[in-house]
């Protein structure tokens, strides 16, 4: 089976492996380093269960080479909390429970997490455009717009 | 589970060059690629990753066009001062299509390549007469875009090309990019550019590829014989009749975008 060594960094821990070319982002951080934040639900791109950030942009790891990200740097929803101090997007979703099942959540809360580091002070109609591939069956997706709304008047990503 | 495969990771166009000449399979965000491997649609033995090829990369204007290398995002497409003064409706496609992941991800050589009929991407390149750099270890070619797709996931690249870099025109005149998307990937698309010397408009998604119509001005374009004219083929995005209404209706609003009266 061809393998590289990888190295890269996981929610600012280093990790070297040598991995298989094929095994997927998600398969890496939930198999191999026991990050099972990140979910796999359709495996084909559409859902965004499985969004992780790769040097802060959203991609989806149930479809990105684990290989490709060697060299650069892995946020997934573990990495958010500073010592079980939430962020204020984490916040906001439980305060406007913007969760049910939350199957849907550590990927909606990474993908606004993108957001409002790009954009600290989205419109509604952004916060929609933005969150577009991001499929939650539980809330109907008012109450995640207004936590989006609301960590970004708390003062966006950071405390 | 994919099926396993070498990742070759070249760092120059020449090394590149070289292992798709032998056989490699060109990957860039690897979108649609991987995609279909999972499928099993393709199980390439050698992936040759484009991503660290320094001479793919970027976004200049110079000569009275844009050149976007093979690496470019549809995130950095869309982000691009150049590409939003100079091909606006190419901003407005790459700034819409797929999702936020998609985006960040998928690049617009990849798109060009894979050639799926519901491009966004393949829409506004047609209207805005773009053209794409070839390079294989023989030599060099450009061929229009018009041209290189032939039709539904096909091109007129060769196995050993690899696509360098797509060239736009420049122009800053009025033009308009609309879509109907109730899905992942488009229903119908629209394009239209007024340039010098006539009106180009794109209908893309409701056939196996866009199709280019000219008009003398935007004044004489008629959206109603447009979706007459119109290849369409019938599938799960619709019956052949709707597809001929919804284009009528998204060339008239891509009119109207642009400000033409009796759209
Ligand atoms: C969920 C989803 C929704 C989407 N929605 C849309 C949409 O609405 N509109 C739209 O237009 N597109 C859409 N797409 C397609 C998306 O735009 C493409 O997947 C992406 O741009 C392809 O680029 P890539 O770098 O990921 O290509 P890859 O997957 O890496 O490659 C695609 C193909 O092109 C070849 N290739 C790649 N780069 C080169 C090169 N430089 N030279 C030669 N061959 C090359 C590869 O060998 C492969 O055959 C969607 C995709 C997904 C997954
Ligand atoms: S599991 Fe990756 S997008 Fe759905
Ligand atoms: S909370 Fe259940 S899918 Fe979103």
Redesign the interface.
């Known amino acids: 089976?061809?393998e590289?060594d990888v190295s890269t960094t996981v929610n600012g821990r280093p990790v070297e492996m040598r991995l298989?070319?094929?095994l997927?982002l998600a398969d890496f951080v939930r198999d191999r380093l026991g990050l099972t934040g990140t979910k796999v639900s359709c495996?084909?791109?559409?859902c965004?269960a499985c969004?992780v950030l790769v040097d802060g942009?959203?991609?989806?790891a149930c479809?990105?080479?684990a290989?490709?990200v060697d060299g650069r740097e892995v946020l997934t929803v573990e990495g958010l909390a500073d010592g079980g101090e939430l962020t204020p997007v984490q916040r906001a979703f439980v305060d406007c429970s913007a969760l049910q099942c939350g199957f849907c959540t550590p990927g909606f809360v990474m993908?606004a997490t993108?957001?409002l580091r790009d954009e600290p002070h989205p419109t509604e109609e952004q916060i929609a455009h933005?969150?577009?591939?991001?499929l939650c069956r539980c809330t109907g997706y008012l109450p995640i717009v207004e936590a989006v709304l609301k960590a970004s008047r708390a003062g966006g990503i950071d405390e | 589970m994919l099926p396993p495969f070498e990742l070759r990771r070249p760092v120059s166009l020449a090394a590149a060059v070289d292992l798709v000449a032998t056989g490699g399979t060109p990957y860039c965000g690897g979108t649609e690629l991987l995609a279909v491997m999972r499928l099993g649609l393709a199980s390439p033995e050698t992936l040759v990753d484009l991503k660290r090829v320094p001479e793919l990369v970027g976004i200049t204007a110079a000569h009275g066009e844009i050149r976007l290398g093979a690496r470019v995002t549809h995130r950095e497409a869309a982000a691009s001062d150049a590409v939003r003064t100079h091909a606006a409706i190419l901003a407005a496609g790459a700034g819409l299509l797929g999702n936020v992941r998609v985006r960040a991800t998928g690049t617009l050589a990849g798109n060009v390549c894979f050639a799926e009929p519901r491009s966004d991407i393949l829409t506004a390149l047609l209207a805005l007469d773009a053209s794409v750099d070839l390079r294989s270890a023989d030599g060099a070619r450009s061929v229009p875009i018009e041209d290189f797709v032939e039709g539904a996931f096909t091109t007129v690249r060769a196995d050993e090309e690899l696509l360098e870099a797509i060239r736009v025109p420049a122009r800053s005149g009025p033009s308009a990019y609309v879509r109907f998307a109730p899905a992942e990937h488009p229903t119908v698309t629209v394009a239209v550019v007024a340039t010098g010397d006539g009106c180009r408009v794109v209908v893309g998604a409701v056939g196996e590829r866009p199709e280019l119509f000219t008009f003398p001005g935007t004044g004489d374009v008629d959206p109603t014989a447009i979706a007459e004219r119109v290849d369409i083929t019938e599938d799960l995005n619709g019956h052949e009749d709707y597809k001929r209404h919804l284009t009528a209706v998204f060339v008239g609003r891509a009119l109207e975008q642009m400000g033409v009266a009796d759209a």
């Open positions: 089976m061809p590289l298989p070319t094929r997927t495996g084909m791109q559409v965004g969004t942009d959203p991609v989806s479809s990105y080479l290989c490709d993908a993108a957001l933005h969150l577009d591939g991001n």
